[in-house]
């Protein structure tokens, strides 16, 4: 076994930030659904409207205060050296098991691809015509579905609809995203090596990176919406496009922020060669991002 | 130790009860198709198999538990390390009895009857469509002489039997206005799917269960064998009246089939013409489309169950204008909502025909509190044209 | 025996007390309690809720609610029992014993672990919260889809609906939080010397119940993101129309809701062996063979899923997987059960509650694991699908296998945790009144669902009268002995006869070596094991 001072587990004392930050998600989720309440509900709910987003946006609030409050005592805790070894160890297990629930979180999307694709549409497709409501419909990707009536919503498929080529903008994003990849571990190279310019050059190019990946993808959403006639609405192709595409770009904006807290960090010199987990966590945060990436360029885009 | 014996005695009665011989009451009702035969068959040795299993399980506990305990001074026997072989040999015995008894014994049977349920189209001489919806069943014959015939089929239980007003009948919550009709013997593929959510024609005698998805056509098949009144219901929730959509099913011999089907093709076809009628023949019609389809939500004074359930007594949609100034039904009118529904409100131009459209929307506006006086009356016509 | 210092405890001293304590505490036994006491309370709200549901049935005809309102309180009923009465529980005895048990000084991530309990209430006030505005004319009320959430109809289903999606991410987040926090535990704060297969059942029981947690509460989670979007943002995932499928929804649910039912039960396979084998005097039978198993039924428990929607139509290949996949789940349970059995056979058993309560389960969970084979076959399951033979088969699995679990735990560890015996007289004859009621509620049910009786339906015909009459007597016997079981806990909890350090004469375990009730920061040495 380690040291006698290694062997010391820091059990931190109380916090109020969870309660609270558990407080803010509930004045958050109920917000949000008094805000759409009407969808369902008919118009006898539209007052709740107003108070909902009232209590969206407060609880929004809360939420983001406390994150920074929690992660800013766990930052000040560990820049006074309260994690050793062995807590550090623990914050390592901690994240890659965070980061497999992501993954768990993805595939549920990726599954619907794979099942709207290999089986809803091709069966939709493949009944007699005289027993069909889809009598013209074929079983062909991307698809919009048949269109028609279910629960009382009549939905038509665009009939100006395009699917997103992959050589545009996504080829752009997958070159940038696989180039911050790359930056970021330059720059814990740096790190290392207590090279600080390589650190700080590398993160800022990463920074930098995620940022412009931002930027195009909100270009290729507009282009969607505006000229492709690609929108959420439209059918299976439509909903798997945007959630998997906008779960992605949602995770690369945290982690664009948590980059660039990084990057603060490490200008402050907060950083030392043998600790640095707030660094690595981030860095790996970063690569799981990359990865679902490729696995969005492939499926969705590509093939 | 009493309640052991308890527990014994009472599953004792339960393994009788599902022997093959005894009350159906207590098991499977009596099973009148092949494949219910079958299902019934392997529910037997399935459930014969775990018993056994499990009371061999429960008399070695019960010994130990009275053989072994301290206030009779037994000791602890210390469990002692087998040597491999013994071990390889004691894992891989059970091992081969289980495997024997998931895979073979249950299993081949099992794999047999799996097939079999799944051969719908096989030999089979008719062909029925089944569209499930809040909260009815909808039959169609697609095929033969029958071929055409189309009714919805509704739960005929009142309610003030339900509220315990007045006597319930034998059939409580079991009978219907139009039962499914299929000849004895003819192996029937049916053909399942629903207008709005998860419903699941279901059968107990018949062996056979179907989710019907909507959007989607799933299959199933029937053989009736003997013939009969069988009931079952529906057996997916779908909403507040899911405990009310019951299927009932007349199993009949092939002549009487047959004037049965050509009894109801005339029926039919004198329902579907059209006609200019009076306004008092509307509404006297339009009342019994209306309690019988309609007043499940709306309640059959018009009040409705709000915020759920809107009110049609005084309701704007069914007291203002129906059609535009071109002749043209109007979004958002009566007549629209009645075609197409909105929300919960189910489309109804699949389920009624015209001149029921029509009575049951002009029953709206001149009774239930109402008298519109802009489009005071909906003739059979005009619907028919508004559906081009 | 040598030993570590290990714990460094922030400021000692000053422990806020009353309520902030509670909000604010890092320690796993005031986080474990909180659990138990939250698990506790849901367990008697979704009891009352269903004791509503049996009052409705308790004769043909609608007496007492309307259609909407009992299925609002079927779905209810089932996600408080199962989301927060029986998760919580098996989460306070891992954070009561685990840290114990394998002699750590806390769980790994302190804060982590207080958010996992305080994202509960919140979900708990979103499920029941719609109850309550109905009340006030805002919406109509609770999901009334059941549990299950099956599109369309929780597409067409009102605010209800959204307030239990909320309510299932937050759980959500929370369960994942909670598996993090063991996982870490167990792979890092074990005491010198214990290496993975010393690890106490338990310990193990819970490892695999993370992992199955975090792979799949997610897609659960995705899955109800999905419905959200579908409610109110126009995509089409459960809609033929736009090429979707409500039977996608299934696939999805059921592939986080069949690992599901092991994650409710992996932690009570880990103690009831440890039960067993303190009150038969002898160590446990087959640990290795029991730690295999369970790895196995977490294995299997991913790839089985569709069983629960076998009459929605599937290819015959498809069919046959699943049953047959299904089916082999029934082998490590059976090296279960022999171990356990083999655990006490000649040892030297005495039968006091907590022991009462684990060979009661024993036979009761063999019930519903055998039901559980037999619904496995697909022909015959067109006929048990969403039957009352369902219902009984989940209660013996669910109330048998996991609240009577828990309540063989709880009396276990009580004296542990509180310092004082319970009173073993109320104990035994909880045990009695339960196991007898029970079997009066739920037996019934496999007759009535045989005969044909769908579940989820508020009314029924005439030839299911007298067994429905039973069961509901029988539930509301069930729900009155559960007072005794209060009763005994709070007491025990207020005084009575000092425990010994040891409680239990046959018990061992690191939990057992400290005093009763253990000092606040348990381990400040780190035991080593040898
Ligand atoms: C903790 C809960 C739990 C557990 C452990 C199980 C265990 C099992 N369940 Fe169950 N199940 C549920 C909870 C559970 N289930 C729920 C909640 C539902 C309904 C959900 C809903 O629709 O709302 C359900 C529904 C359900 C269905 C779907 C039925 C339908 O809707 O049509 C099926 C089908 O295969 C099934 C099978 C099984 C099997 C094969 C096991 C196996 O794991 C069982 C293995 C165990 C054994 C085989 C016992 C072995 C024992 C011995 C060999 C010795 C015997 C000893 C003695 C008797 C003393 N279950
Ligand atoms: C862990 C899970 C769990 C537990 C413990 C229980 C416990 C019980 N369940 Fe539950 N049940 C489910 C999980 C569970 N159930 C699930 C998953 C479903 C499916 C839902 C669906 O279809 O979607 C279901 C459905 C279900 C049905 C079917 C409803 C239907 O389909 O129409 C029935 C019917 O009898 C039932 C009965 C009972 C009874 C009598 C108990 C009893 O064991 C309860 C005993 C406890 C009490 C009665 C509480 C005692 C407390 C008091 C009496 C004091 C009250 C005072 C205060 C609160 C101040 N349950
Ligand atoms: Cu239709 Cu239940
Ligand atoms: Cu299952």
Request: charged residues 15%; contains cysteine; aromatic residues 14%.
């Amino acid at each position: 076994m380690a040291t006698h001072s290694e062997n010391q587990y820091f059990v931190p004392h109380g916090s109020i930030y969870p309660s609270i930050l558990s407080a803010g998600l509930l004045s958050m989720a109920s917000g949000f659904i008094f805000s759409v309440a009407t969808d369902r509900g008919g118009k006898s709910l539209a007052y709740l409207e107003g108070p909902g987003h009232w209590m969206m946006y407060f609880g929004l609030a809360v939420v983001v205060f406390m994150m920074f409050k929690w992660l800013g005592t766990v930052i000040t805790e560990s820049m006074t050296g309260k994690y050793k070894s062995w807590e550090d160890k623990s914050f390592r297990w901690g994240m890659v098991v965070f980061i497999a629930s992501e993954v768990a979180f993805f595939s549920a999307f990726f599954g619907a691809l794979f099942y709207m694709r290999v089986l809803s549409v091709p069966d939709l497709a493949s009944y007699a015509p005289d027993i069909t409501p889809y009598k013209d419909f074929l079983a062909v990707w991307p698809s919009q579905g048949p269109g028609g009536h279910v629960l009382g919503a009549e939905y038509t498929p665009n009939p100006a609809f395009k699917p997103m080529h992959w050589s545009g903008l996504p080829l752009i994003n997958t070159i940038l995203l696989l180039t911050s990849g790359a930056t970021i571990t330059w720059a814990h190279w740096g790190l290392i090596k207590n090279n600080r310019t390589q650190l700080i050059i590398g993160m800022f190019l990463t920074v930098a990176l995620g940022i412009a990946f931002l930027i195009c993808q909100g270009m290729e959403y507009h282009h969607a919406y505006t000229e492709m006639g690609l929108t959420l609405g439209s059918g299976a192709y439509g909903a798997t496009f945007f959630m998997l595409t906008g779960f992605h770009g949602f995770h690369v904006t945290i982690g664009t922020i948590m980059l660039i807290v990084i990057l603060l960090r490490c200008m402050k010199g907060h950083f030392t060669p043998e600790h640095h987990f707030g660094f690595e966590g981030v860095a790996w945060y970063w690569h799981f991002v990359d990865v679902v990436w490729l696995g969005l360029f492939i499926f969705v885009y590509m093939l | 130790m009493q309640v052991f014996k308890k527990i014994g005695v009472g599953l004792a009665a339960l393994l009788a009860s599902l022997n093959v011989y005894a009350d159906y009451s207590w098991n499977f009702p009596e099973p009148v198709t092949p494949m219910a035969l079958d299902t019934l068959h392997v529910h037997n040795k399935f459930m014969i198999i775990t018993a056994i299993i499990f009371f061999a399980v429960l008399a070695i506990m019960i010994y130990s538990i009275f053989a072994h305990r301290k206030s009779k001074g037994y000791k602890a026997v210390a469990d002692k390390a087998p040597s491999t072989a013994v071990e390889i040999f004691w894992t891989l015995i059970p091992f081969a009895i289980l495997l024997l008894i998931d895979f073979v014994i249950m299993g081949i049977p099992a794999y047999h009857s799996v097939v079999m349920m799944e051969d719908t189209r096989d030999q089979s001489n008719m062909v029925i469509k089944i569209t499930g919806s809040q909260w009815r069943w909808q039959y169609e014959y697609l095929d033969g002489d029958a071929k055409g015939i189309k009714f919805v089929s509704n739960l005929v239980t009142t309610d003030d039997q339900l509220h315990n007003k007045a006597e319930k009948g034998e059939h409580y919550l079991l009978e219907v206005d139009n039962p499914l009709v299929l000849p004895v013997g003819e192996k029937v593929r049916i053909l399942m799917t629903a207008s709005d959510v998860l419903h699941n024609w279901w059968v107990p005698q018949f062996g056979s269960s179907r989710v019907a998805v909507p959007g989607f056509i799933r299959e199933t098949w029937v053989q009736v064998e003997k013939a009969g009144t069988y009931r079952g219901q529906c057996k997916e929730l779908c909403g507040k009246g899911h405990g009310y959509m019951p299927v009932v099913v007349n199993a009949v011999p092939m002549e009487e089939y047959k004037v049965w089907v050509a009894k109801k093709q005339e029926e039919q076809k004198a329902a579907s013409e059209v006609k200019e009628m009076t306004k008092e023949d509307l509404v006297a019609q339009g009342k019994t489309v209306y309690e019988k389809n309609c007043a499940v939500c709306h309640q059959v004074t018009g009040a409705g169950l709000p915020p759920a359930f809107p009110a049609l007594t005084g309701s704007k949609i069914a007291t203002g204008p129906i059609f535009g100034a071109d002749g043209k039904y109007l979004k958002d009118s009566h007549l629209d909502r009645l075609l197409n529904g909105k929300g919960v409100m189910p489309a109804w131009k699949a389920t009624l025909n015209d001149t029921e459209i029509a009575a049951v929307i002009t029953y709206e506006r001149q009774a239930l509190g109402n008298a519109a006086t802009v489009d005071p009356i909906v003739q059979p016509t005009q619907v028919k044209a508004a559906r081009e | 025996m040598s030993t570590t210092t290990v714990a460094h405890h922030e400021e000692h001293s000053d422990h806020p007390t009353g309520i902030m304590r509670w909000l604010t505490t890092t320690n796993h036994k005031d986080i474990g309690t909180m659990y138990l006491t939250f698990s506790l309370i849901m367990f008697l709200v979704g009891g009352s809720m269903i004791l509503g549901i049996r009052a409705e049935l308790f004769k043909p005809g609608l007496q007492l609610m309307n259609p909407d309102f009992f299925n609002q309180l079927i779905g209810v009923h089932a996600l408080i029992m199962i989301f927060a009465a029986l998760m919580p529980a098996a989460t306070g005895f891992a954070n009561w014993m685990i840290p114990l048990q394998i002699g750590a000084p806390d769980m790994a991530l302190p804060r982590l672990n207080n958010w996992g309990f305080w994202l509960l209430p919140p979900s708990a006030i979103l499920l029941t919260l719609p109850f309550t505005l109905a009340l006030f004319g805002i919406g109509d009320g609770a999901l009334a889809t059941g549990w299950t959430f099956y599109p369309p109809l929780s597409v067409q289903g009102g605010i209800g609906v959204d307030f239990a999606i909320f309510a299932v991410h937050l759980l959500g987040i929370s369960s994942v939080m909670g598996s993090i926090n063991i996982i870490v535990t167990l792979f890092n704060m074990r005491a010198p010397g214990m290496t993975l297969m010393k690890m106490p059942m338990f310990a193990w029981g819970w490892l695999i119940t993370a992992f199955l947690l975090v792979a799949t509460i997610p897609v659960l989670a995705g899955a109800v993101t999905m419905l959200l979007t579908d409610r109110h943002f126009g995509t089409h995932f459960f809609d033929a129309a736009g090429g979707g499928d409500p039977i996608m929804f299934q696939h999805l649910f059921w592939f986080f809701g069949h690992p599901e039912v092991y994650i409710l039960l992996l932690p009570v396979w880990g103690f009831i062996p440890q039960i067993l084998q303190t009150f038969s005097r002898k160590p446990m039978y087959g640990y290795k063979a029991q730690v295999y198993s369970l790895w196995a039924i977490g294995a299997l428990a991913v790839v089985v899923w569709a069983h629960h929607f076998f009459t929605a139509g599937m290819p015959v290949p498809a069919l046959l997987y699943f049953m047959y996949s299904t089916m082999a789940i029934s082998l490590p349970l059976a090296v279960l059960f022999f171990c356990w059995i083999k655990t006490m056979w000649k040892g030297s058993m005495t039968f006091e509650t907590p022991m009462l309560f684990a060979v009661g389960w024993i036979i009761l969970f063999g019930i519903g694991g055998l039901t559980g084979l037999v619904l496995a076959d697909v022909a015959a399951d067109a006929q048990y699908h969403n039957s009352y033979f369902v219902v009984a088969h989940f209660h013996y699995t669910l109330f048998a296998g996991g609240i009577m679990g828990i309540m063989a735990g709880v009396y276990y560890w009580l004296p542990k945790m509180t310092g004082h015996m319970y009173n073993e007289k109320l104990g035994k004859l909880h045990f009695w009144l339960t196991a007898i009621s029970f079997n009066v509620t739920f037996i019934p049910q496999f007759f009535v669902g045989l005969a044909g009786m769908p579940r989820r339906i508020p009314d029924y015909a005439l030839q299911f009268a007298e067994f429905n009459m039973i069961s509901t007597i029988g539930a509301f016997i069930l729900g009155l002995s559960q007072l005794l079981f209060v009763y005994n806990i709070i007491s025990c909890a207020r005084g009575g006869q000092k425990a010994t350090d040891k409680v239990w004469e046959g018990a061992e375990g690191l939990e057992w070596t400290l005093p009763s009730p253990p000092p606040y920061h348990s381990f400040n040495e780190q035991p080593v094991i040898k």
